[in-house]
């Protein structure tokens, strides 16, 4: 790791879409960088859960609004992933299955769940020294970032990548896997308010044909080139 004089201030944002390998690679950056690795899709799963558990149609802002006016939701970085306390109960565990995905994407539509979530991930980031990835970091949450990066890759590579994650836990065949990610990319590159897209000045990085480790070391070259470093 090489901790560089000016991380505390340093904010890169990672966007692009689901399986594209966000989270490695964010958490990657963050090892070698020295910074904080803060993961926004969390914190949309952590809201979807709550949605889900209270029983509330996906679909009816108001109902929504108002849990949200009375929800906490925190993530502590971690080595390995984000700790994700929904009003003070860890829910890591209980976030990443396909019900609660599906869910966090619904949620994620509305634009004053979306104006809450932005404070919230601003306020996280506010002091630097992280690396806060999802999918309107550059170009919402925080459009001065100095590095951003949007990753991206073919569906059928992101869908497959997503499959041999889950392993057993699949239970679908890897086409049902694809489908989902290809509906979930749907509704979140053309919801109306902050749709996934690149910032004009993110450094696109396209790992169809990479290793997920290639992909890792491009990301580290584009981070160290930014910000003046050795890589
Ligand atoms: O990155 P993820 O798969 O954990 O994200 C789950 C959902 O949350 C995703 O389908 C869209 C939404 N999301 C968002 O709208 N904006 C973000 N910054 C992060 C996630």
Known sequence: MSAFPP???VIVAIDGPAGAGKSTIARHLARHFGLLNLETGAMYRAFALKALRARLPLDEISALEALAAETSIHLEPGEEENRVLLDGEDVTGLIRNQIVTDAASRVSVFPAIRAWM???QQQLGSAGGVVMEGRDIGTVVFPDAQVKIFLDAAPEVRGMRRFD????QAAVPPEEVIRALRARDERDRNRPDSPLKAAPDAVLLDS???TLDQAVRAAEAIVAAKLGEPV
């Open 7 to 9: 991380a505390g201030k």
């Open 118 to 120: 932005v404070r919230l």
């Open 165 to 168: 994650q889950l392993g057993p």
């Open 208 to 210: 169809t044909h990479m």
